[in-house]
């Protein structure tokens, strides 16, 4: 069984850092693309950065220059770290993985709760 397991969340104030991990297990296949997302209350839940298994990645443009993505492949991990937070960074942050093209399904985490106070 697939599972994704993120940790690293948790509360900061407005300028402050945080780096979330996100561990995948379960699969024989290997990883195709992570990816984080988040999901701010009353809101859907929209991309943060993909990180492709070529190498490329993609960000938002409200986190560009902010944020940093990046991709362990022998350890099945991939992390998030989040600098200059804003308040309206402020979601429950989910990890995404796919195992394409062997397996088609999308996989996610339970997430985890980031809250920046001003």
Known sequence: QVRLVESGGGSVQAGGS???SCAV???IFSI???G???????????????????GSTIYADSVKGRFTMSRDNA???????MS?????DTAVYYCHADFRPH???DYWGQG???????
């Not at 350890?75 to 770290?81: D, I, M, P, S, V």
């Not at 200059?84 to 309206?88: F, G, H």
């Open 25 to 27: 297990s379960g699969s």
């Open 112 to 118: 985890t709760q980031v809250t920046v106070s001003s």
């Open 84 to 88: 200059s937070l804003r308040p309206e």
């Open 36 to 54: 984080w997302y988040r999901q701010a209350p009353g809101k859907q839940r929209e991309l943060v950065a993909i990180f492709s298994r070529g």
């Open 32 to 34: 195709n693309d992570m």
């Open 18 to 20: 945080l780096k979330l």
């Open 103 to 105: 397996d088609t399904r």
């Open 75 to 81: 350890k099945n991990t991939a992390y998030l770290q």
